[in-house]
């Protein structure tokens, strides 16, 4: 499953708290996601990069902050929690190569509580 | 802007049926589209793409999917359903070109249930 980790699985913590998701590659992938699976929403993107240190928004960034300062490792930053951002989240990275592998592969999810 | 429609929430088979799960996108430039599958407190697992050429593309556990242009259309199809098909699928779809190169947008999922 292109080496993905997501840690931690699960995650219980209070409205306002600061939390931190970690995604960690192994396959020296350049582009790295973070989606947040709600019912009825599909998957929406969250902030995604390009590179070390190079980030940029999707659809559903407020609230949210991300920072990569290692190829392997993105980090998802809620600096302070609310109840809307319980969901489950997931990273992908992008698989580059000749014309027809352009795919992006998922890692197997953060199940985020915020009470 | 792109998007994808997913028009059913849910499709029910029976097994040994064939099974059909639409999909219908819209996309600025050339499409690139793509169907994933998520069982229970899992992740999404990549089914199949279709990038370019054969309009019919064939992919894990005797899934395929037909581009259609001119209906803006990727449905999913088996021949004959499993039980263990029943998941959530995902239709998802990317643009060859512009500010969104390399971003996915996903419809909101079917649930797909197979009863023996």
């Known amino acids: 499953d292109a080496g993905i980790t997501q840690s931690p699985r699960h995650k219980v913590t209070e409205t306002g708290t600061p939390v931190t998701l970690r995604c960690h590659q192994t396959?020296?992938?350049?582009?790295m996601y973070w989606y947040r699976q709600d019912p009825g929403h599909g998957l929406r993107l969250i902030h995604y990069s390009y590179g070390v240190k190079d980030t940029d928004k999707g659809e559903v960034s407020d609230g949210y902050s991300v920072s990569r300062s290692k190829t392997e490792d993105f980090l998802l930053t809620l600096e302070s929690a609310t109840s809307s951002q319980t969901s489950v989240y997931f990273c992908?990275?992008?698989?580059?190569?000749?014309?027809?592998?352009?795919?992006?592969?998922f890692g197997p999810g953060t199940r985020l509580t915020v009470l | 802007a792109q998007s994808v429609a997913q028009p059913e929430d849910q499709v029910n088979v029976a097994e040994g049926n064939p099974l059909t799960v639409k999909c219908t996108y819209s996309v600025s430039g050339n499409p690139y589209l793509f169907w994933y599958v998520q069982y229970p407190n899992r992740g999404l697992q990549f089914l199949l793409k279709y990038i370019t050429g054969d309009n019919l593309v064939k992919g894990s556990y005797g899934f395929e999917a037909e581009f259609n242009k001119s209906q803006t259309s990727f449905h999913l199809k088996k021949p004959s359903a499993l039980v263990s098909d029943s998941a959530l699928y995902f239709c998802?779809?990317?643009?060859?070109?512009?500010?969104?190169?390399?971003?996915?947008?996903f419809g909101r999922g079917t649930q797909l249930t197979v009863w023996p």
């Open positions: 396959e020296n992938h350049r582009y």
């Open positions: 992908a990275i992008r698989s580059l190569g000749d014309l027809g592998t352009d795919t992006q592969y």
């Open positions: 998802a779809v990317s643009a060859d070109r512009g500010s969104t190169l390399g971003r996915l947008y």
